[in-house]
């Protein structure tokens, strides 16, 4: 079983933030391998809470397609998601300074994706 609990990144409306969780299920599946296609089908969004949201998938094997086993090397599915996603965010304007875009990288180093 994976769960993946990400912070909604700043400056995201209602709207964005809704279709951003469910462009992260997308992402997610289309980098999933398959053979039978439940582990891609078992992706799901299980909560969205106004400042976090959880994707799980409780397929038993989940966890070791992603990080791997000693005979299997890691498929790194929520890694290869997370580094194509960070195209939808919208770039944060700062008070003063040049746009910085934020939100995955921050949320990559918290989930120990580099």
């Known amino acids: 079983m ?39 089908a078992g992706w799901e969004l299980t909560e969205l809470f106004p400042h976090e949201a959880t994707i799980t998938n409780s397929v038993p094997y989940a966890e070791y397609v992603n990080d791997g086993t000693p005979r299997m090397g890691p498929r790194n599915m929520t890694g290869k998601a997370l580094r194509q996603i960070t195209a939808f965010i919208p770039p944060q304007q700062p008070k003063s300074g040049n746009i910085v875009q934020r939100g995955m990288r921050s949320l990559a180093d918290i989930m120990g994706f580099k």
């Open 2 to 40: 994976i769960n993946l609990d990400f912070p909604r990144p700043k400056g995201m409306t209602d709207a964005q933030w809704a279709e951003y969780s469910k462009k992260m299920i997308s992402v997610l599946r289309s980098v999933t391998p398959v053979k039978t296609g439940r582990l891609r």
